[in-house]
């Protein structure tokens, strides 16, 4: 009896002194913002880059991180000038880009996202390579406005354009344009700075990934900011550099396939070792990224 009590309360301790551990977590967590042009912000704190457009006609928001900080997002919003976002844009399921839809759901923002955005978290879902299991998410939290290509808003005399690139980051990315500020949100198609991650479980490819960079660099000019996924805001310049690497990493690694290479193998070969010091020091080690990529990668056609 005395052992069972003090497993229980060994149980306790660990349970409360995680929950702490994780409020301390999200308390110390400050937004930085960034103004990107007279009313468009991009914010960043834990999770997937938001963006935040302000106007009469009201707040436009794209990706909203973790719902623990919701309500820091919201008072960042407010400093900035904003309300409670009208319409908000998931760039793609990503639980770091969706964590706060079921809060803003519920306070009356309209959520906008590709149709397999929806698909993905009405189900329970895992992705194996994090291990992590993705419950289906309840109804406030799920987009009520899908699209399969593109949609437009019309607000703040601003067109914002958010159009669908295929099977990129996942199968459900969308890349939003500011047609007259001249800004890009990317969503994950753009990790600025070093390997991104590829859902290759959820439709990503590493082909995708180009074509989907490739279209916003035809999109862009020199004045135009382009908003990552992840890491710092950028412009076209830094977007085209990240393309080629992903470009060489490709060559290669179609060469491995066609050798019918296992993944194992491949990842030993250290194909990327001349790229990894300087791609290699973020989300993914090179180790990690190779094995993710190649075994989503089909091989060539002969
Ligand atoms: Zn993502």
Redesign the pocket.
Known sequence: MKIIKKILLFITILIVSEISFADHHWKNIEYQTIQVRENIYAMMAEG?NVAVFIGDEGTFLIDDQFAPLTEKMLSEIKNLGGNTPRFLVN??W?F??TGGNENLGKAGTLIFAHDNVRKLLSEDNTIQVFNKELPASPREALPVITFSTDTSFHINSETVHAFHVHNA??NGDSVVHFQKANVIHA??VWFNGFYP?I?VEHGGSLMGMINAATTIINMADGETVIIP?HGPVGNKAALVEYRDMLVLVLDKLRTYKSQGKPVQEVVEAKPTQELDAIWGDGFLNPDQWISIVYSGLEAPKK
């Open positions: 997937g760039t793609h990503h770091d880009h980051h996942t969503g994950d991650f859902d996924g």
